[in-house]
């Protein structure tokens, strides 16, 4: 089926441990972005990408790192993982092209990561 | 400091009434907005938007409307349905540009809708 694949769903680290977040979409959207989600304070960007090999940093960036190779892959690097980055982790896609009536994002089904 | 302000984290409604959901934001320059819905375990779904060149927007059950010079928005679920049940977010983005939208998130409504 069409959409955003996240892997893992669920990911235990501990403190100091690194790990890949992966994100593929088979939409052929140019932009990409991460998104974190806690309790009370919505969804919030980490990075974002609007085409491969282009990335920039959004609202929570440190900590975190991202490339984009292909159209389809946006993978999130933790570099080494400390208790506050435990959260549920969303990727999500859309088209960047200016013209459509819709310009909103589909999101993968997210990682719930737990940093112990 | 939140720009995007959802100030109900709950809401209950019987079945077959109206569900009004609420969203403020600080930002002046949002100039598009949406409604995403979330169940549990699962990614948000876009459900509805609306530009500011317009104050209404509807799809089937669901009505977005936009004051601006209150800078408020509401989602209206007409009926509600015990399918609604979900975590509902209100997102915002500057006008739009023609390579991809960040968009600000409120911090979510989760309505429940009782049979």
């Known amino acids: 089926n069409a959409g955003v694949t996240q892997t893992p769903k669920f990911q235990v680290l501990k403190t100091g441990q690194s790990m890949t977040l992966q994100c593929a979409q088979d939409?052929?959207?140019?932009?990409m972005s991460w998104y974190r989600q806690d309790p009370g304070m919505g969804l919030r960007l980490i990075h974002y990408?609007?085409?491969?090999?282009?990335?920039d940093q959004g609202e929570v960036p440190n900590g975190y790192n991202v490339s984009r190779s292909t159209t389809e892959d946006f993978p999130l690097r933790l570099l080494s993982a400390a208790p506050s980055q435990t959260s549920v982790y969303f990727c999500?896609?859309?088209?960047?092209?200016?013209?459509?009536?819709?310009?909103?994002?589909?999101f993968g089904s997210g990682t719930r990561l737990t940093v112990v | 400091d939140q720009q995007v302000k959802q100030n109900s984290p709950s809401l209950s409604v019987q079945e077959g009434r109206i569900s009004i959901l609420n969203c403020d934001y600080t930002?002046?320059?949002?100039?598009?907005f949406l409604w995403y819905k979330k169940y549990p375990a699962e990614g948000p779904t876009f459900l509805i938007s609306?530009?500011?060149?317009?104050d209404k927007n509807e799809d089937g059950r669901f009505t977005v409307f936009l004051n601006k010079s209150a800078k408020h928005l509401s989602l209206h679920i007409v009926p509600s349905q015990p399918g609604d049940s979900a975590v509902y977010f209100c997102?915002?983005?500057?006008?739009?540009?023609?390579?991809?939208?960040?968009?600000?998130f409120g911090p979510g409504t989760r309505l429940s809708v009782l049979p």
């Open positions: 990408s609007v085409g491969a090999g282009i990335t």
């Open positions: 609306i530009s500011s060149i317009k």
């Open positions: 997102a915002a983005t500057p006008i739009l540009r023609n390579y991809g939208q960040n968009f600000v």
């Open positions: 939409m052929n959207h140019e932009y």
């Open positions: 930002n002046s320059m949002f100039d598009y």
């Open positions: 999500a896609s859309s088209y960047s092209s200016g013209g459509r009536e819709d310009y909103g994002y589909t």
